[in-house]
């Protein structure tokens, strides 16, 4: 097994304010990692940190063992690593049509054969030719999201970081969007680290993770660790009780 994604000592700091203190974290490639933890601990400003989107103050963050320079991210980055927002509305234009969010990238990344790719994209993620003109406006919760899974994976990353990319969803809608997550992980052997406030849907989706709070990782358990109940920490007790249904009464 390689390391596909590790931060090493990572500090975001946004005005005097920690909100990431020396997270160290090693993936690896082809494993489905979680993070949970409460409101505010700093999940999304890892991921985003990883991105190149908060600023990072300390450490060092690599792919596939080589460490990634400076807070601006290299277009090679983008083609290795790729995020999936919790809200598709706020992450694809509202003006463009799925035809054009999907070449967008292509033409980023000088990748041709657009027609194609944007038809194998589609079809990948459940979504026929059909879909190819609308606008985002004309799509339901969960075309969207398989829009924006689509415009992720049109670039061929081999790194996915997912924010929360379902829970904006209807139950039944989020449970077909993980299922279509996790094959696409094992078709294309993808790496998944994804933030999920659902300790049910981490323990389905992903085999370790981590648990966060103000800003630091109080805990690494196995998804079977957290399903079994046997946690050290009362923090993380306290998230499973908070996880609806995740604790019988
Ligand atoms: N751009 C920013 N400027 C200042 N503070 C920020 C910024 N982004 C995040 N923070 C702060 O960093 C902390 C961590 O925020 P983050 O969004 O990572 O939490 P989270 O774990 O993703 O929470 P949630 O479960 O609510 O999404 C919070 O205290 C937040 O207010
Ligand atoms: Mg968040």
């Known amino acids: 097994m390689s390391t596909a994604l590790s931060v090493e000592h990572l500090g975001v700091v946004y005005d005097h304010f920690y909100a990431l203190k020396d997270i ?3 993936i690896e490639s082809g494993e489905s990692f979680g993070l949970v933890g409460e409101s505010g601990s700093g999940k999304s400003t890892l991921l985003r940190a990883i ?4 600023p990072v103050s300390e450490g060092t963050v690599r792919v596939h063992g080589e460490a990634v320079k400076g807070s601006k991210r290299s277009r090679s980055f983008y083609r290795s690593v790729q995020m999936v927002f919790q809200d598709p509305y706020g992450s694809l234009h509202p003006r463009q049509t799925v035809d054009r969010l999907l070449l967008e990238p292509l033409a980023i990344h000088g990748i041709g054969d657009a027609e194609k790719r944007i038809a194998r994209a589609l079809d990948e993620v459940g979504l026929g ?7 985002p406006h004309q799509l339901s919760g969960g075309q969207r999201q ?4 689509a415009r992720a994976l049109i670039v061929e990353p081999s790194i996915l970081l997912l924010d929360e990319p379902t829970s904006a969803l209807d139950a039944s809608v989020q449970a077909e969007v993980l299922n279509l997550l996790e094959q696409i992980r094992r078709d294309r052997k993808l790496t998944f680290v994804m933030v999920s406030h659902d300790l049910g849907v981490v323990t389905h989706m ?3 993770l981590a ?3 103000g800003g630091a990782v ?3 358990l196995t998804s079977a660790e957290l399903a079994g109940g046997s946690v050290r920490e009362e923090y993380t007790r306290n998230l499973m009780i908070a996880s609806k249904g995740f604790v019988k009464a």
């Open 146 to 149: 398989r829009v924006a899974i």
């Open 206 to 208: 992903c085999g370790r």
């Open 24 to 26: 160290s974290v090693s």
């Open 129 to 135: 030719n059909g879909f190819r003109f609308r606008y």
């Open 218 to 220: 109080v805990e690494r």
């Open 211 to 213: 648990v966060m709070r």
């Open 51 to 54: 991105a190149g989107l908060a």
